[in-house]
């Protein structure tokens, strides 16, 4: 499995630190929603579902946090700890959101608005969606 990570241009002087991000360029879909988790619980862990038609980025703008994701035959572990980079999260990917530190803050950038039936909840069925969907790609 591939991660996908951007490295977002940081425009930085003697004040500091500002970063610019626009659809199609440094996020590579139309922005259609943004969101973000904060004030999140220690030992929480979130997430627990795959998106059929979804892809998004997610950036640990202040604080970290690991984000495990799962196409149905592989896992990886991403740390998320700079506000500089992102974590591109494609269709069909099982994700699970952890380890936040005290005051992290994760924000998202969808490719959709909010679609209660976008989302599989259930691993079994995630993984039988996934196994439908290559075998159809690859007859
Ligand atoms: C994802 C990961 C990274 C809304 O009303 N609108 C929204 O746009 C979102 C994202 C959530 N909600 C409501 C639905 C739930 O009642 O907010 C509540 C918490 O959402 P959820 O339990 O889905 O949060 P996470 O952290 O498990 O997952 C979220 C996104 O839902 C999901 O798409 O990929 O963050």
Known sequence: ?????YAFSQHGDERGQLIALE???DIPFEIK????????KPGVR???HAHKNLEQILVCVHGSCDVLLDNGTEKK???LEKPYEGLYVPNDMWREMYNFSEGAVLLVFASDIYK???YI???DEFLKFVKKGSEENHG
């Open 1 to 5: 499995m591939q991660v996908v990570k």
């Open 23 to 25: 659809e199609y360029s």
């Open 33 to 40: 929603r943004v969101y973000y988790m904060y004030d999140t």
């Open 46 to 48: 979130r997430g627990y």
């Open 77 to 79: 572990i991403v740390s």
């Open 116 to 118: 209660e039936e976008d």
């Open 121 to 123: 909840r259930d691993y």
